[in-house]
């Protein structure tokens, strides 16, 4: 089974604001190693805490927060940013 990949709205906002060589580099990544993918869990790391359920992609200094949704198959990219700020 392939996953769909939806963007909510905050991530929408998100890579309109980075500047567009990033915002590229990110959709590029986007579209090769998660839309489509068979096991989006291989290329990401599994968050714990206070977004625990939650998984994160890293894409040079960016990451990329996405909820997998496995009764859907389906991954919600929830945002993205730098990692100094990501997590705050």
């Not at 190693?33 to 096991?39: A, G, M, Q, S, V």
């Not at 714990?48 to 909820?67: A, P």
């Amino acid at each position: 089974m392939k996953y769909d990949v939806e963007y909510s709205k905050t991530a929408m906002d998100t890579i309109k604001k980075i500047d567009s060589s990033t915002s590229k580099i990110i959709r590029n990544w986007i579209e090769k190693n998660l839309i489509n993918t068979e096991n989006p869990r291989i290329k990401g790391k599994a968050l714990t805490g206070d977004l625990k359920g939650l998984w994160h992609y890293r894409v040079g200094d960016y990451r990329i927060l996405t909820d997998i949704q496995g009764n859907k198959i389906g991954i919600l990219i929830l945002d993205m940013g730098h990692r100094s700020k990501i997590y705050l």
